[in-house]
């Protein structure tokens, strides 16, 4: 496709379309957008109002017919993710999905288990791809005599959707845990692999604001603590070997190891899952690739049992 026009469509134009995947697309002049549905059609057009050889509309399946995109974004509620994404996939087009894969476990399993899932189908969870990632796994993983995750952001105070869904149960299929969980999940299952889920606490059922998770990576201690109504920003995972505590501070976009010294790295990470999908689908040559449907799905099943972790204990988080 290197030395093609791309043409590229979304689903969903919210705020995680505004920010991210739009601005990663009109970064790359291969890429031209042809096409934005979203079930507010003024809003779409209202957003693309300078560009009129974009097709708009609320149906998937037209954008499909009309607009004969290459890539489609879906960033769409929770709940919205696997119509567009199969209808993609039955087309033989290559569609990254916003994390979490899906509400229910059982639409992530259907996602997943599409024949051309594996070929076409990414996911945005991006600290995988974090530049300092590296770095830390080869002091993290040396030694982890314990795991500490740090996730808190103020939430809707500085992020507000265009439409009202985080806190609709069935819309979100659920809170922090859900929405936040996958990213510091992925990122932890890069450096140490699979995890036994041990203990979890919300502070509410259906759609929490904060959560703790305990876990284990091969009898190493890791606790996940996200809070989605804090008065501060942080996301960190701490690892404390003998030398002391070894920080990838994702916000900050620094590695302080235990020695006193201080890495930093590149700029906007958030985007690098976005930036690696969209290089694999122009034929650029990239250090990442994706993240797949298996790896998500296998993410969200650990977001799964965490929650039935939480349920069976019956206990919520004070």
């Known amino acids: 496709m290197s030395d093609e026009r791309i043409r590229f469509a979304a689903v969903g134009a ?19 957008l042809v096409g934005l549905v979203d079930s507010d059609v003024e809003r779409a057009r209202a957003l693309v109002a300078d560009r009129p050889q974009v097709w708009t509309g609320t149906s998937v399946e037209r954008l ?22 199969l209808a993609a996939l039955d087309a033989g087009i290559a569609v990254l999905c916003e994390k979490p894969l899906a509400a229910t476990v059982e639409e992530a399993r259907r996602m997943a288990a599409h024949p051309a899932a594996e070929k ?12 300092l990632l590296k770095p830390f796994a080869e002091v993290a993983r040396s030694g982890a005599q314990r795991i500490e995750f740090s996730f808190a952001t103020p939430g809707n105070r500085v992020w507000r959707a265009c439409t009202p869904w985080y806190d609709d149960a069935r819309r979100a299929g659920g809170g922090a845990l859900l929405d936040l969980g996958p990213h510091a999940i992925d990122l932890l299952m890069a450096v140490f692999g699979p995890p036994d889920v041990e203990a979890c606490e919300v502070d509410a059922t259906g759609v929490e604001q904060r959560a703790r998770v305990d876990m284990s990576f091969q009898g190493v201690p890791a606790t996940l603590r996200i809070d989605r109504a804090a008065r501060r920003l942080e996301t960190s995972v701490t690892v404390t070997t003998a030398d002391g505590d070894h920080v990838l501070d994702v916000r900050r976009n620094e590695l302080r190891r235990a020695d006193g010294t201080v890495e ?38 650990v ?13 919520p988080l004070a």
Do not use: W
């Not at 499909?64 to 929770?78: G, H, K, L, Y």
């Not at 076409?120 to 530049?131: D, Q």
């Not at 977001?303 to 206990?315: L, P």
């Open 303 to 315: 977001v799964e049992s965490a929650y039935r972790c939480a349920k069976e204990a019956a206990a």
């Open 120 to 131: 076409l189908l990414g996911v945005n969870m991006p600290f995988r791809f974090h530049p």
């Open 264 to 301: 930093e790295g590149g700029r906007s990470p958030e985007l690098a899952a976005i930036s690696a999908y969209f290089d694999t689908v122009t034929g650029v040559v990239s250090p990442h690739g994706k993240v797949g449907a298996q790896d998500a799905l296998e993410v969200q099943l």
């Open 64 to 85: 499909i017919q009309e607009a004969r995109p290459d890539v489609i974004s879906v960033c769409t509620p929770n709940d919205s993710h696997a119509q567009p994404v």
């Open 14 to 32: 919210g705020r995680v379309f505004q920010r991210y995947h739009l601005p990663c697309a009109d970064a790359r002049d291969t890429m031209d």
